[in-house]
């Protein structure tokens, strides 16, 4: 008898999904291009055939950063028309991964699909993501103030008078950054299982989609919060090794530029290929818990319903 795989090896299966990864990797792409637009100018004035520009493409080590300094105190204006352009397309690029998401947590899992079977649950459950992740971030906002800011008081509080070579230093700071990771990845846990209850109840609302995560997740924190952080180290240090690389290479031919295009868009493909086997492993994790929580919700909604005071009780009462 085959049983299901487990979700790391759900996620890894989740590769498979090329088209997935690809649409992710293509809306990334395009909006950097948007972005970029306002600065293409500029930089054909100030690279091409310029000898700050075969600094650059030498990769030297001592006059690019010079000029790279030079560039910004110079071409200030357009710099923060660039950093504009960019705020905007990263919001966007989050409203576009609410849409995606909606999508992602229908059809994973469940055999080849066509794009219509994709775009069409990621409308229906666009509004639903959207709330969700306003409720994210009320609780970041809130659990993460409570911890940096209780946490850093005390740490200061502790480590004011203390000789700045102590050991106390960074055993807090680390103590309070692994704290902040760790909150980070439980409530992000919250928020995309909250998400995916889309996937077992089509018609769920947010909040209750918070109270199914919180309750598919009971008993299980410890190995989620172990999925979250397999994922998020693989996919770091491939896309850091993958951002050494291109930050290393000297675009002195042809070949060299052509690679490193090539590099520039692997560190995006990579980060959409981790997001959709993150996504699978999701999907895989609560295939066995779901039902538990839809059936603890439904039963705390009847019990709520019939503890409550009839027309004729209310009125005796009165």
């Known amino acids: 008898m085959s049983t299901a795989p487990g979700p790391v ?9 090329r088209k997935l990864i690809v649409l992710l990797t293509l809306a990334t792409v395009v909006l950097g291009i948007l972005a970029a637009l306002p600065m293409l100018p500029t930089l054909h004035d100030t690279m091409v055939e310029t000898l700050a ?3 650059f493409q030498r990769n030297d080590p001592t006059k690019a950063p010079t000029d790279l300094l030079d560039f910004f105190l110079e ?7 660039f950093e504009r352009a960019m705020n ?3 919001v966007l690029g989050v409203v576009l991964q609410m849409f995606f998401a909606g999508g992602i947590v229908v059809v994973l899992g469940r055999g ?5 079977q994709f775009f069409e649950p990621a409308r229906r459950n666009f509004w639903h993501n959207v709330k969700c992740f306003f409720l994210f971030a009320i609780l970041c906002a809130v659990v993460l103030g409570v911890w940096l800011g209780g946490v850093g008081a005390g740490r200061h509080a502790l480590t004011r008078d203390l000789v700045p070579e102590s050991g106390v230093r960074p055993l807090t700071f680390w103590i ?13 846990l919250l928020y995309d299982f909250a998400r995916a209850a889309r996937r077992f109840a089509p018609r769920m609302g947010a909040w209750r989609g918070f109270r199914f995560a919180r309750r598919a997740l009971s008993g299980s924190w410890g190995s989620a919060i172990a999925l979250w952080l397999f994922w998020f180290v693989l996919g770091g240090v491939l896309v850091l090794a993958l951002v050494a690389a291109t930050w290393e290479l000297r675009t002195q031919s042809a070949f060299a530029v052509i690679l490193l295009v090539l590099l520039q868009v692997a560190v995006i493909l990579v980060r959409s290929a981790i997001r959709v086997a993150a996504w699978g492993s999701y999907v895989a994790f609560l295939e066995p818990r779901a039902g538990r929580a839809l059936s603890e919700i439904a039963r705390v909604r009847v ?15 009165l």
């Open 9 to 17: 090896a759900a996620g890894f299966a989740a590769l498979r999904n």
């Open 53 to 55: 520009g075969d600094h």
């Open 75 to 81: 071409k200030g204006p357009v710099i923060d028309g």
């Open 88 to 90: 905007g397309m990263a």
């Open 112 to 116: 080849p699909f066509s794009f219509g």
């Open 176 to 188: 309070l950054a692994l704290g902040a990771l760790l909150l980070f990845a439980a409530l992000s």
């Open 303 to 317: 019990l709520s319903a019939s503890a409550a005071p009839t027309p004729t009780t209310a009125t005796a009462g």
